[in-house]
């Protein structure tokens, strides 16, 4: 089942399974690592339309996604917390 990435609940892994925007900010977050067959997980999810905190790998980014749409699988269920993650 595919959803955009706007709607990805939080400490779950995603497959990128579409990026679409021709745009510099488009372009932009493909540059980020946001590309088909990217694994993420969303981290963080600002209110209001906010920025989206994700990890891909190892490295944890901040992206807005504006007119960008980007649409997600998820991949497994994360039933333990990410290693390395401080509570």
Do not use: C
Not at 50 to 60: D, M, N, V
Not at 61 to 83: F, Y
């Amino acid at each position: 089942m595919t959803i955009p990435l706007q709607m990805a609940q939080t400490g779950r892994m995603y497959k990128v399974v579409t990026v679409s925007g021709t745009d510099v900010q488009a372009q932009r977050i493909r540059e980020l690592g946001v590309v088909l067959g990217a694994e993420l997980i969303v981290l963080r999810r600002h209110p209001f339309g906010g920025p989206l905190e994700i990890q891909l790998a190892t490295r944890k980014i901040g992206i807005r996604l504006g007119s960008v749409h980007v649409v997600v699988e998820p991949v497994a269920e994360n039933p333990e917390p990410l290693q390395g993650s401080v509570h």
